[in-house]
């Protein structure tokens, strides 16, 4: 609806701009009148859309942050690779909220320890904390397969869901937090409030 709308304003817009150097009197005067309709017509779409941009930004505002107890999941977790300085050192920078050191820490891991499950899960929850959602989405999908860990395929579903959230997708958000309920429900705690906020 509004790219045709856009389109024909446009078009009608190139038009006055090929006729009006060479009008005047009251041909001008009926382009400059055109002009004055477009001009209120765009003046109008930018209010309405800068209101709905505000009342869109005040509902993201308003959801609440549900990736902290994610983290605080991952304490939790009993794997090998814990003790490492790196492992460390990275985990130091997640806890200052200086994702981007946090997720050089754990890719250099990676790189030595592909398999690594909680460092790759560290990763994907650096950049979803940077709301970078692409790239967690990314590595959340990653490491699915890579572990038997009910509590870790629950907190990866749990953040997939978020996304989907964020993302505005609903039904493929719900059907997240039902497979992360599945893997542990206490994982999914949080979320289920969602509905009655």
């Known amino acids: ?22 009008t ?16 209120t017509m765009s003046d109008e779409f930018i209010e309405s859309w800068l209101q709905f941009e505000e009342k869109l930004g005040k509902l993201y505002s308003a959801a609440p ?23 460390k050192r990275g985990q130091g920078f997640y806890k200052l909220n200086m994702y981007d050191q946090a997720i050089r820490e754990f890719e250099a891991l990676l790189a030595l320890q592909p398999d690594f ?9 650096g950049y979803l904390r940077k709301e970078e959602y692409g790239e967690a989405y990314r590595h959340f999908q990653f490491l699915l397969p890579l572990t038997d860990n009910t509590k870790m395929k629950a907190i990866s579903y749990n953040a997939m869901g978020c996304i ?25 705690e949080p979320l289920i409030h969602l509905d009655e906020a």
């Open 1 to 22: 609806m509004f790219k045709h709308l856009f389109s024909t304003m446009n078009e009608v817009l190139e038009e006055i701009q090929r006729e009006y150097p060479h």
């Open 24 to 39: 005047s009197g009251k041909q001008r005067e009926a382009l400059d009148e055109q002009l004055q309709v477009l001009k």
């Open 65 to 87: 942050d549900n990736t902290e107890p994610l983290h605080n999941e991952l304490l939790e977790l009993e794997m090998s690779g814990k003790e490492s300085e790196e492992f």
């Open 117 to 125: 499950v909680l460092a790759r899960m560290y990763v994907a929850m």
């Open 164 to 188: 989907q959230i964020q993302n505005q997708n609903m039904e493929k958000a719900f059907e997240y937090f039902q497979k992360a309920y599945r893997h542990d429900p206490s994982c999914v």
